[in-house]
Every structure is written in structure tokens, then in C-alpha cells.
């Protein structure tokens, strides 16, 4: 019912094309980067690529820090948390996997 609604562009309330209306103002700051699904996408093959030749843990490392660098503000203290969370993930990826499911390169 609701993709049929969207299709139809019928929204629940007003002239809205969506479902999903607001009744709150609408930030318009928010850049739209087309280009980052092309980076997410390159990073991913990139990611599956790197796999055996750096390992699991070092790759899921790198694919997350580019990934975080690309969705963040790139201010000092956002590319801090954005290695912090590479970094606990990726090893705690790589000993989940091994210690619950599979051996990884």
C-alpha cells in the first residue's frame, strides 16, 4: 500500500509526495553528495579485493576509515572517533568471526 502510494505520489496529508509529511521545518544545510555512493561502491570492491592480501581485520580497518572520512565533517576530533570505531571494529569483527563462525584470511 505505501509503495503503491509513493508510485501514485499520494501522500496521508497535503501536497506532499510522501507517506512521511512533517510537521517540522525542513533543514536545508544538508549537502547532497551523489558522489559518495560511488566511493562507497569502489571502497566495497576495494575492500573485497584487499581482503587476501591484508587479511580480514586490516581491510575491514581501512574500508571503515574511508568510509567514516567520507561520511564525516573532517574535523580533528570527528576523525578521532571515526579511527576509534575502525579500529575496536575491525578487531572485534575479526575475533568475533573467528571465535564464533569462520577462520579468516
Known sequence: ???AGVV???SMRGDAASYFVSTEAIDDSYAVRPGLSVVAIAA???FV????A????????AFMLVLGWQ?????PRSLAVVAAVALVSG????A???AMMVSLP
Open 1 to 3: 500500500m505505501l509503495l
Open 8 to 10: 501514485l505520489r499520494k
Open 44 to 46: 566495497t570492491v576495494a
Open 49 to 52: 579485493a584487499a581482503v587476501p
Open 54 to 61: 591484508m587479511g580480514f581485520r586490516y581491510a575491514s580497518i
Open 71 to 75: 561520511l564525516s565533517d573532517r574535523a
Open 91 to 94: 578487531f572485534g569483527l575479526d
Open 96 to 98: 568475533g568471526f573467528r
